[in-house]
């Protein structure tokens, strides 16, 4: 852990030009669930000269008491909120229970996770590295791509979820000649290129506190500002919603077959229902699931990767579109028995 952290804390110095304590006068907070990443406080902030009075949940604690160590929770989200508004921090930092995934809150209490943090990384990743693909999971939004691609001058490549089909596929990229700096997944899972490909979240946060230091070091200090700059401009959905819609392995339909191949058959269904709806267009580049546009927004139902279960994604501008989203979809898997719907009706109120 000496040599790890102390690593870390050689990477801030050396962005801000290598001052002892670039962070000198900064106040951020870390929310480490009970999990691993307690250490982060201690061992890299407070060398670097941050306070970090208010940091919580920093003792490791395998019954979690106080929420669920994960970037994506709502309650875990919420408590580092909470963290940097009570403390009035310059910045907030949470990691998951083995710290591989991370996220931040701003200042003013914006959330930096999910969609907003692959912004944030891949604005820091293309001035490095411009032009260079990000790699992201399957259910990044329409928006993320304009913003990669229009506002930054990368390219976005979404494929498979699960951080080590993002990691590899950034790899093969890399192999095949076309550059590629970041793999990324909504999840938190961030992997670079220049640390190995490892999928380390204090690494990723590192990357957000470099931005903090060389911002002050060049008398532009206008402390987390400087990273919700980098995302301005980001299109964000209204209505973004994820249902599991299960899959009886039970039930007579199933023909004794897996719930493997059912969940194909249900996605190949519902390919061809789309083709043939006009509203609706088809991802000309997809990797995974059947990923369709509509109604300013857009849907994916894909097959989980070990449950017997199809998570349905929906990302629309208002609840009207999301819902004629949704009802596209029911149309299809309505011709399948054996599959719960019980959560798309729910939210379609049907």
């Not at 993320?144 to 990229?173: M, S």
Request: aromatic fraction near 6%.
């Amino acid at each position: 852990m000496t040599v790890y952290t102390s690593g870390l804390v050689a990477a801030v110095r050396k962005a801000s030009g290598n001052i002892e304590k670039p962070l000198d006068g900064f106040h951020i907070v870390v929310d480490a669930g009970n999990g691993a990443g307690g250490f982060f406080a201690g061992k890299v902030l407070e060398p670097l000269g941050a306070a970090t009075s208010g940091s919580q949940f920093l003792e490791p604690d395998g019954l979690f008491p106080n929420h669920i160590p994960n970037p994506e929770d709502k309650v875990a989200m919420e408590a580092i909120t909470q963290a940097v508004l009570d403390n009035k921090a310059d910045l907030g930092i949470i990691f998951d229970t083995d710290v591989d995934r991370s996220a931040a809150v701003d200042s003013t209490g914006l959330e930096l996770n999910r969609n907003r943090l692959i912004a944030l990384m891949s604005a820091i990743v293309l001035e490095e590295h411009p032009g260079t693909t990000i790699v992201t999971d399957s259910v990044t939004s329409d928006g993320l791509t304009t913003f990669i691609e229009k506002k930054l001058g990368g390219k976005h490549h979404r494929f498979k979820r699960g951080y080590r089909n993002v990691i590899d596929e950034a790899i093969r990229l890399n192999s095949a000649g076309e550059e590629s700096h970041l793999a990324i997944e909504t999840s938190g899972h961030g992997a670079l290129k220049e640390n190995h490909w490892l999928d380390d979240g204090a690494y990723l946060m590192v990357k957000l506190l470099n931005k903090l230091a060389s911002a002050r070091a060049s008398g532009a200090d206008g402390g987390s500002k400087v990273l919700t700059d980098l995302v301005e401009g980001l299109q964000e959905p209204t209505v973004a919603v994820e249902l599991r819609l299960k899959i009886d392995q039970n039930h007579a339909d199933l023909k004794g077959g897996s719930f493997r191949e059912y969940g194909e058959a249900v996605l190949k269904h519902l390919e061809n229902i789309t083709d043939s709806d006009p509203k609706l267009q088809k991802a000309p580049v997809n990797y995974e699931g059947v990923r369709v546009s509509g109604y300013g927004g857009w849907f994916l139902l894909r097959l989980s990767l070990h449950d017997p279960v199809l998570p349905l994604n929906i990302e629309a501008p208002s609840n009207d579109h999301a819902v004629k989203l949704g009802l596209a979809v029911l149309a299809a898997v309505n011709d399948f028995p054996a599959l719960d719907t019980s959560a798309l009706d729910k939210f379609l109120d049907v």
